[in-house]
């Protein structure tokens, strides 16, 4: 059961909005702002479920963040969810395409703006994936 | 028994997303999508709250519709937080307040709302029925 969200993103007031509506839905947000602290931070707080960004210091910090948990075993099964722009305004070039076919623990993407109605049922689904 | 909530609003992903944050809060949710379903369906049912979309078949229908449940004896009392994204889609240089005649409601929020300034709409208003 999905119940502690943490949030990878660069962009203070989108997280305010995620967590505001995640919170009154009874998650246990946290949120990581900083690339290179992504990953301790994954590691302390253990979430059930990851939202990550994708442009943040680099254009693809969040493929490398994405990477990074999918190496190590502890972390490889935690389901990962991109919230970006990135999708829409950049095509993937192969390598990328190849690289998140790989990641088993990607469970989907949402290009920003995100309706709350739309994350809410992203979650879900990984809820019932997750417990099924 | 859980507090009911009706949702009377057009806009179906808004209606979900608010529906699962009040179910998560324990209220009891009950939907609407236009005017005359709401009016029908809480005169039937009964409501502790009601939250109304303005702008849904009609661009003032939730006017008509609050203005409808006050001059009902049966629903007058029941408190409506009246909820619009009007000002904006309609680029008015003016928002709404409520107002006993025209716009009879408790209290007039501007969507996009913030979860937490509806939920404690939300529980000041039930703490005053």
């Known amino acids: 059961m999905i119940r502690k969200v943490l949030m990878i993103d660069d962009d203070l007031d989108f997280i305010d909005a995620c967590r505001g509506f995640l919170e009154a839905l009874n998650y246990d947000f946290q949120s990581e702002s900083r690339e290179e602290d992504a990953l301790p931070k994954i590691q302390t707080f253990k979430p059930d479920l990851i939202l990550l960004d994708v442009v943040m210091q680099k254009e693809t910090s969040g493929f490398d963040i994405a990477q990074s948990i999918f190496n190590d075993a502890e972390l490889k099964n935690i389901p990962v969810v991109f919230l970006t722009g990135y999708f829409k305004k950049a095509r993937l070039t192969d390598k990328e395409s190849e690289l998140i076919r790989q990641w088993a623990n990607v469970k989907g993407v949402l290009d920003k703006p995100i309706k709350p109605a739309d994350l809410l049922k992203l979650v879900r689904r990984i809820d019932e994936e997750h417990q099924g | ?129």
Request: charged share 35%; glycine share 6%.
């Open chain 2, 1 to 129: 028994m859980p507090k009911k909530i009706f949702i009377i609003d057009d806009d179906p992903d808004f209606s979900e997303a608010v529906s699962a944050i009040l179910q998560a809060k324990g209220y009891a949710v009950e939907l609407a999508s236009n005017g005359k379903e709401g009016l029908d369906n809480v005169r039937r049912e009964g409501a502790d709250l009601i939250l109304l979309d303005v702008m849904m078949t009609k661009k003032t229908e939730g006017f008509d519709v609050a203005r409808s449940l006050k001059r009902d004896a049966a629903t007058k009392n029941i408190p409506v937080i009246l909820l619009t994204g009007i000002r904006k889609e309609m680029n008015l240089p003016f928002g709404f307040e409520a107002d006993d005649k025209w716009v009879p409601v408790q209290i007039v929020l501007e969507k996009p709302i913030k979860p937490e300034v509806l939920l404690k709409a939300i529980e000041e208003n039930l703490q005053k029925k």
